[in-house]
Nanobody, 124 residues
Framework: QVHLMESGGELVPPGGSLRLSCQVS????????IGWFRQAPGKERVGISV????????WYEDSVKSRFIVSGDMSRNLVQLQMNNVNPEDSGIYFC?????????????????WGQGTQVTVSA
């Protein structure tokens, strides 16, 4: 059974940087997809970034393009999200999720397993 655990969330000032990690266990990532989602207070969970382990292709939500970078390390079963030049709208709980089918999807309904989330707060 696949298990995901996020880490790296913290309080960071506007314009700062942080790196989130998603450690996957119970399954070897190869043709699969890991997505990052954010849930802000009172809002729905939305897709932020996705990486495919089959071909390394990625997807980013428009507001984070050029600021966030997603990367995957197959040897460590690890996915990271580098967040640069953050702003208060980036605040929320960040979840990573696993798609067995390997789709490059922004829709949470297409993911079968989820981590517990890590809190990111962008504030002065």
């Amino acid at each position: 059974q696949v298990h995901l655990m996020e880490s790296g969330g913290e309080l960071v000032p506007p314009g700062g940087s942080l790196r989130l990690s998603c450690q996957v266990s119970g399954f070897t990532l190869n043709t699969h997809t890991i997505g990052w989602f954010r849930q802000a207070p009172g809002k729905e969970r939305v897709g932020i970034s996705v990486i495919s382990f089959e071909d390394g292709s990625t997807w980013y939500e428009d507001s984070v393009k050029s600021r966030f970078i997603v990367s995957g390390d197959m040897s460590r079963n690890l996915v990271q999200l580098q967040m640069n030049n953050v702003n208060p709208e980036d605040s929320g709980i960040y979840f990573c999720a696993f798609d067995y089918e390997g789709r490059l999807s922004q829709y949470e309904t297409e993911y079968q397993a989820w981590g517990q989330g890590t809190q990111v707060t962008v504030s002065a």
